[in-house]
C-alpha cells in the first residue's frame, strides 16, 4: 500500500508561481510511475504530468510544457510539480497518483491517490 499527501496549492495571480508536493508513505516508489492530474468543475480528470520513479523519465500534457515541470526527491520520498507562468484555466484540484510499471496518462490505471489540493488561479 502506497498513502499519498499532496500540498501546496493556493491561490495565485495569473503568471505567478506554485510548488506541489505528493508525499509517499507506506511502500517506496521505486518501481512506481507518479502521476498528476487535475480536476475542474464539470470536466473530466486530466492527466498534467508523470515521472517514472527509477529512470527520472518525465511526462507532460502539450498544455503545461515549458510551464510545469515534475521533478523526485528520492531521500523524502516526494515528487514535486513547479507550476510557472500559472494561468486562470489551470484552475483545478490537482491529485497525485501513482501505479506499478511504467509511464500511463489515463487515471483509471493508477492504483493510488492522495486527497487533493486546490489550485485557483485569478486573472
Known amino acids: 500500500q502506497v498513502q499519498l499527501v499532496e500540498s501546496g496549492g493556493g491561490l495565485v495571480q495569473a503568471g505567478g508561481s506554485l510548488r506541489l508536493s505528493c508525499a509517499a508513505s507506506?511502500?517506496?516508489?521505486?518501481?512506481?510511475?507518479v502521476g498528476w492530474f487535475r480536476q475542474a468543475p464539470g470536466k473530466e480528470r486530466e492527466f498534467v504530468s508523470a515521472?517514472?520513479?527509477?529512470?527520472?523519465?518525465?511526462y507532460y500534457t502539450d498544455s503545461v510544457k515549458g510551464r510545469f515541470t515534475i521533478s523526485r526527491d528520492n531521500a523524502k520520498n516526494t515528487v514535486y510539480l513547479q507550476m510557472n507562468n500559472l494561468k486562470p484555466e489551470d484552475t483545478a484540484v490537482y491529485y497525485c497518483?501513482?501505479?506499478?510499471?511504467?509511464?500511463?496518462?489515463?487515471?483509471?490505471?493508477?492504483?493510488?491517490w492522495g486527497q487533493g489540493t486546490q489550485v485557483t488561479v485569478s486573472s
Open positions: 497518483a501513482a501505479r506499478r510499471g511504467g509511464y500511463i496518462s489515463i487515471a483509471g490505471w493508477y492504483d493510488y
Open positions: 507506506g511502500r517506496t516508489y521505486s518501481t512506481y510511475t
Open positions: 515521472i517514472i520513479w527509477s529512470s527520472g523519465n518525465t
